[in-house]
Every structure is written in structure tokens, then in C-alpha cells.
């Protein structure tokens, strides 16, 4: 409900601006509630309370699309390394002590679903189909079910395409 006077009166261009959407969320990502009795609970609840902030993805998926410069994927790259990265792999390990996760490689694991569903989802979602989308997420889903982590739920699957039809304007 702002004009764009008011806007970059605080901030000076659509850079910083996303710079501070980002800050925000990072800022979010260390105060987030993990909520689950086990750890791979943690890391679900944490993905499906993501996906189903829709106004906060759109507000995320707007600026993407606007500012795709590799300076600004790069940044946002490291920062998921530097922020989310670590709390993934905190509940990794918490999932592997409680027996929820099975595996022999838990940083490698928390690096493949950081990997995975911020940069080959997050930050392409802008640029799929809805059959891309669809395609890619059946195969994520089947590539974590075969490594023994059932990380991405039926349930999931399908807020996943509704935030995706939500941000796309499909009804």
C-alpha cells in the first residue's frame, strides 16, 4: 500500500530492498519454532509451515523474478549455506540419534535437501511449468523415499502445487 516515493525513500534500489526481504528471512530461519518429536518430524513441519506461507512466498517469488542477476543467486546461495544449512544439519543428526533418519552420510543429507528443494525448487520455481514442477518433484520425492528419508509427504506434495498455483495465478 505504499508508493514508490515512500519505498525508495528507504530503500535505494530494487537490490536492497530484496536485500532486506532476504535479511528477514534468514532472520526467520534462526528464530523458527522446530516443532516434532523427532528430528526428521522437525525438518518436515519445517518444510510444510514453508510451503504454506503463501503470501510470504509470493513476496519471495516476486522479487526473484524481478532481480535474477548472478550476484544476487550467488548471495543467495551462500547465505542458505551460512543461515539454513546448519539448523538442517542439527536436525539431521537429531533424526539419526532418534532413529527417524537412517543414514551413514547426515551432512551430506542436509546438504541434498538444501540443495534440492531451495536451489533446484526454490530458486527455479519462477521458470517451470506446472508438468516441470510436477516432474521434478515426483523425482525429488522418489530420490529421498530410496535413501530411506521419507522427507516429502503426499500431503506436501500437493501444498507444493497449490503455493505453486498460488504464485503463478493459476485457479
Known amino acids: 500500500g505504499?508508493?514508490?516515493?515512500?519505498?525508495y525513500h528507504h530503500f535505494e534500489s530494487k537490490y536492497e530492498i530484496l536485500q532486506s526481504i532476504i535479511r528477514e528471512n534468514n532472520q526467520e530461519i534462526s528464530n523458527y519454532n522446530w516443532r516434532g518429536d523427532?528430528?526428521?518430524?522437525?525438518?518436515?513441519?519445517s518444510l510444510m509451515d514453508s510451503f504454506s506461507n503463501f503470501e510470504h512466498q509470493r513476496l519471495v517469488y516476486s522479487a526473484s523474478i524481478m532481480l535474477r542477476s548472478p550476484r544476487l543467486l550467488g548471495e543467495q546461495y551462500l547465505g542458505l549455506f551460512s543461515d539454513f544449512l546448519p539448523e538442517i544439519r542439527e536436525r539431521v543428526y537429531e533424526g539419526v540419534k532418534d532413529e527417524s533418519i537412517k543414514t551413514e552420510y547426515p551432512e551430506e543429507l542436509a546438504d541434498l535437501i538444501v540443495l534440492t528443494l531451495?536451489?533446484?525448487?526454490g530458486f527455479q520455481i519462477s521458470v517451470y511449468s506446472v508438468e516441470e514442477l510436477k516432474r521434478k518433484m515426483k523425482f525429488?520425492?522418489?530420490s529421498f523415499d530410496g535413501l530411506g528419508?521419507?522427507?516429502?509427504?503426499?500431503e506436501m506434495m500437493e501444498v507444493i502445487f497449490?503455493?505453486?498455483?498460488?504464485?503463478?495465478?493459476?485457479?
Open 2 to 7: 505504499m508508493t514508490k516515493g515512500v519505498i
Open 38 to 45: 523427532t528430528g526428521l518430524e522437525k525438518i518436515q513441519n
Open 118 to 121: 531451495n536451489i533446484w525448487i
Open 140 to 142: 525429488i520425492k522418489l
Open 149 to 154: 528419508v521419507q522427507l516429502i509427504s503426499d
Open 162 to 171: 497449490q503455493l505453486f498455483n498460488h504464485l503463478k495465478g493459476i485457479k
